[in-house]
């Protein structure tokens, strides 16, 4: 098998996973509002993702796992993103807030960072 291949699919399933996280926080209040997509499409551009595959994602929720990226400073850009898409509407939901603790623990991050980024913008 080759190995690139192994990375390039490790990659595709954090960025992946990373995705379905963001419209998981921007859905939790029960509705994606415009702001949220906007910055779900520059955060997925970032990630060298298209607009098209977020629709896939967000249509496909179930069938994407959550996959944690290996490194302290990804885990941390990722609940930032999180935040960001909890705060584009200047409101914090307190189900959105529940949800960016609860993917903090899964990345093996203390909730309270998600407090920290909020007041430190």
Same mark, same amino acid.
């Given at each position: ?20 996280? +963001? ?8 509705? +994606? ?73 899964? +990345? ?14």
């Amino acid at each position: 098998m080759d190995i690139l291949k192994i990375f390039k699919t490790d990659h595709e399933g954090i960025r992946r996973s990373h995705v379905k996280n +963001l419209i998981s926080v921007a859905m939790a209040d029960g509705h +994606l509002d415009g702001d949220e997509w906007e910055l779900l499409v520059i955060i997925a551009k970032r990630l060298d993702m298209s607009e098209e595959e977020i629709v896939r994602i967000k249509n496909n929720r179930d069938a994407i796992n959550f996959v944690p990226p290996k490194s302290y400073d990804e885990k941390v850009q990722q609940i930032k993103d999180l935040v960001a898409v909890m705060t584009i509407d200047h409101q914090i939901n307190q189900k959105e807030l529940e949800l960016c603790k609860k993917i903090s623990l899964k +990345l093996d991050l203390l909730p309270q960072i998600v407090d920290t980024i909020i007041e430190h913008g």
